[in-house]
């Protein structure tokens, strides 16, 4: 797919919450770590004003600055790239359509495109703040993740299928499925990798993996991850 152009080879993306902060010391790091990306997003307490601030930090950098539109307020101009996010697993249709309309209406005229993906998100933790809020139905077997697989693949066509355990370390079996049902879309994993051997698992079953929180936590183990993913070569 055309669309896939900026994030089709990526493998390893950092990803920045902009109502969590971060010291020049350590984004520094993170932006000259080799990653391939970073992604700007959060479930909760994302501002225009911090949104435009932690961009213009990472622009000092080369390194590509996606950003995803999870609210009105966080549609800043100036990314490389946007990601819209679409909750596949809940009955909530306002978190698939209805917050996404609400955005066209007002911004559909200056939405560039040619720079913008949706995200077909499956939220897997059900104690993550992201399934509370979303009311996600985070329970999935094999069968049911491949029905998944194919709406967001075969059907809806998305570019992106993102498998969000966000805070714990997911089923690395229903990762390696997605990927290996995915016709089209580029499956995307995020959720508790705080060292480089889940990273590396991580990498054997995602085609991007995701770091977030431990960012926060553990510099250190977060810049070990981006090596880490950079050793595997997916589908060994």
Not at 59 to 87: I, K, N, Q, T
Not at 131 to 151: I, P
Request: hydrophobic fraction near 45%.
């Amino acid at each position: 797919m055309e669309l896939q152009a900026i994030y089709g080879n990526w493998r390893h993306v950092f990803k920045l919450d902009p109502d969590r902060e971060i010291s020049d010391e350590q984004l520094d790091a993170i932006c000259m770590s080799g990653t391939d990306a970073v992604i700007v997003g959060g479930s909760t307490g994302v501002t225009f004003d911090n949104t435009v601030d932690l961009m213009s930090r990472i622009r000092r950098y080369e390194v590509p600055c996606a950003l995803e539109v999870s609210s009105e307020e966080a549609a800043v101009p100036g990314f490389d790239h946007y990601f819209v996010p679409l909750v596949l697993n809940t009955d909530r249709t306002e978190w698939m359509t209805g917050r996404q309309i609400d955005g066209l209406r007002k911004f559909g005229a200056f939405i560039p495109w040619e720079d913008t993906s949706a995200e077909g998100y499956l939220i897997l933790n059900a104690e993550a703040e992201a399934a509370k809020l979303t009311g996600a139905r985070s329970a999935m077997d094999a069968e049911t993740l491949t029905a998944h697989v194919y709406m967001a693949d075969r059907l809806m066509r998305l570019p992106i299928i993102y498998m969000e355990y966000s805070g714990k370390f997911g089923d690395m079996e229903l990762v390696r499925r997605a990927a290996r049902l995915a016709s089209g879309a580029r499956v995307f994993y995020g959720g508790g990798i705080d060292n480089a051997d889940k990273a590396r698992q991580a990498a054997e079953a995602a085609h991007t993996v995701i770091v977030g929180n431990i960012i926060y936590e553990d510099l250190e183990a977060a810049l070990s991850t981006v090596a880490a993913v950079a050793e595997v070569a997916f589908g060994r």
